[in-house]
């Protein structure tokens, strides 16, 4: 049974800096991707960064690159997500998930197949 554990949600004021980490259980790579999503009560989903464990190739949305950053340690079998220069509208609860295909770079939520339950991460002006 795949088991995805995200950590390291809070409460930072603009412009600081936290890592989201996902622990992954039962879970193997096999080709696909993992990635990281985000989501504002009332929005849709929003694809944010993704990486395939193949080749460590990383894919980013517009709204955080250059500012996150994604990572994947194959030992500890557990992804991160290192975000600075945090804005308030970074403001929502993060998730992340597994076995996913990227198809032209989009980030999907809908071609992922597994989901964490998500730590919120709050961001004050």
Known sequence: QVRLVESGGGSVQAGGSLRLSCAASGYTHSGYAMGWFRQIPGKEREGIAAIYAANGRTYYADS?????????????????????????????????AAA????????????????GQGTQVSVSS
């Open 64 to 96: 955080v690159k250059g500012r996150f950053t994604i990572s994947l340690d194959d030992a500890k079998n557990t992804l991160y997500l290192q975000m600075n220069s945090l804005k308030p509208e970074d403001t929502a609860a993060y998730y992340c």
């Open 100 to 115: 996913g295909i990227l198809f032209d770079g989009r980030i999907d939520g809908e071609f992922f197949r597994y989901w």
